[in-house]
């Protein structure tokens, strides 16, 4: 178990080794998160009480388009240098291949989230910040479950030559308990209520969150365990 | 025994659809409730209840269809036998005609029995996401190439798996309540006769177009095989 771990730390190392030194993905990716809270912000009226209800569908939309260019592409790189071969042949367990896989996908959307988070608030003035770390917290269960998911069809997709439409037709539909919970946590830290004087002041609900929270747990832990048992009869070359 | 599946299943729909549109449209009572005080209650829908016959039958085969082809495929790909993919494949194909079926007809009792075609409703989203799924599975199968029967496979099982999430996710409902102790208890002695006939009639119905579609599906794929082989073996141009 410890070997599988250091494997797949070794092939996330390796990726996002390549990634540092091209920073295509990331920067393509983060690039187009940015384009889409700008069109968020002509799309949705500006509205203080709007806006606090929308901010949080904002991110989790963002998460979701700009995971699946990333994910798409952190494939298309094994596939046009035909390196895919060469790490399923490896002499590792296929399932540190997948494991490794996901680490650096996850690492892409966390960046990409922590680049659109804070343009969000910037843009409409949301208080994304007030609870940062369970809002860190649910952004990373959030990117695990999309690139845990992502990885096991993007690599079963590798040499089929609709990949880019089918892969988001597979996952969205996939994805959208996650989008939910994500959603609805993030709303829930948003919450505001308005205090004496009638101005809206922020007003967590922890509970609610903590629920959501547990929610995005135990979908990505579900999710781990079956990808694990089924990536390997996916993938047979 | 097998030659005779489709015919004596299709015959049992046929006799159970014609003797429970009897009951269903003669015999059953109209539906209507009464408040303490003997005016008429919100829950009246007189004519309108009708469809739920139609209605309940239907999401009954969408709901055991999405298990049907999650259990399928996770045989299809333990024992790599394309028998039990084309079962999952029927299923679905199937299962997407139902789906519409239950997504139309609920529209039309949502308008009397709730002023909308549509809100989000709780069992209205889980049966929309099932359906999404289902129909994402299709598009796969028809359009992912050579792989598309493990990509659809793997799809299905994390449909699967993902239905509780989905069940969990959209909470509690004002949907009428489902089950044993649900509406189908409070029924009146007149429509329970027809509901369960009606059930019963359009399972067979289901399960004689999932077996015509298993051998339309095996015959193509049997032919698809048979042409390899003779091209491999040069008989063949």
């Avoid at chain 1, 917290?137 to 845990?148: F, K, N, R, Y």
């Avoid at chain 1, 609610?208 to 979908?219: D, E, K, P, R, T």
């Amino acid at each position: 178990m410890a070997s599988i771990v250091t494997q797949a730390g070794r092939i996330a190392w390796k990726d996002l080794r390549i990634e540092l030194r091209s920073r295509e993905i990331i920067y393509t990716m983060a690039f187009f998160g940015a384009l889409l809270v700008v069109i968020y912000s002509f799309a949705f009226p500006a509205k203080a009480d709007l806006v606090r209800a929308a901010v949080p569908g904002m991110l989790w939309v963002t998460m979701a388009f700009s995971g699946t260019i990333g994910i798409g592409r952190a494939f298309d790189r094994e596939r046009e240098n035909d390196t895919m071969r060469a790490l399923l042949l490896a002499p590792i367990p296929r399932l540190a291949v997948f494991f490794g896989k996901a680490i650096s996908i996850t690492a892409l959307v966390l960046a990409v989230s922590l680049v659109c988070a804070p343009l969000i608030a910037l843009f409409f003035n949301a208080p994304l910040f007030e609870e940062a770390p369970m809002l860190l917290l649910v952004i990373v269960l959030g990117s695990a479950g999309i690139a845990v998911i992502g990885s096991v069809f993007a690599a079963t997709l590798l040499k089929v030559r609709s990949r880019d439409v089918l892969l988001p037709v597979i996952l969205y539909p996939l994805l959208v308990p996650l989008f939910v919970a994500g959603t609805n946590a993030t709303a829930a830290l948003l919450t505001a209520s308005p205090n004496i004087d009638g101005v809206l002041v922020s007003d967590p609900n922890f509970p609610a969150a903590w629920y959501w929270i547990q929610f995005l747990g135990f979908y990505d832990l579900a999710f781990l365990v079956l990808s694990f048992w089924i990536f390997e009869s996916l993938v047979i070359e | 025994m097998k030659r005779l599946a489709v015919p004596l299943t299709a015959a049992l729909a046929a006799i159970g659809m014609t003797v429970s549109l009897w009951l269903i449209f003669v015999n059953a009572p109209l539906q209507w409730g009464k408040n303490s005080n003997d005016t008429l209650n919100m829950s009246s829908l007189f004519f309108n209840q009708k469809i739920f016959y139609f209605h309940v039958a239907h999401a009954f085969m969408l709901f055991a269809s999405v298990f049907v082809a999650g259990t399928c495929s996770i045989a299809f790909l333990k024992t790599r036998n394309a028998r039990w993919d084309d079962i999952a494949c029927a299923a679905v194909n199937v299962a997407v005609l139902f789906g519409a079926v239950v997504l139309v007809t609920g529209s039309i009792w949502a308008k009397p029995a709730w002023g909308t075609w549509w809100n989000w409703e709780p069992r209205l989203t889980m049966s929309l996401l099932l359906w999404l799924i289902l129909v994402g599975y299709t598009l796969v199968r028809q359009f992912a190439g050579a792989s598309a029967d493990r990509v659809a496979a793997g799809m299905a099982i994390f449909g699967m798996v993902g239905v509780p999430f989905i069940y969990k996710m959209v909470g509690s409902d004002s949907h009428p309540a489902s089950g044993a102790n649900g509406v189908v208890a409070t029924l009146g002695p007149g429509m329970k006769g027809a509901f369960w006939l009606s059930v019963v009639s359009f399972m067979c119905w289901f399960i004689a177009l999932v077996v015509f579609r298993v051998q339309s599906i095996r015959a193509a794929r049997e032919l698809r095989e048979l042409r390899e082989a003779a091209l491999d073996a040069g008989v063949l141009e």
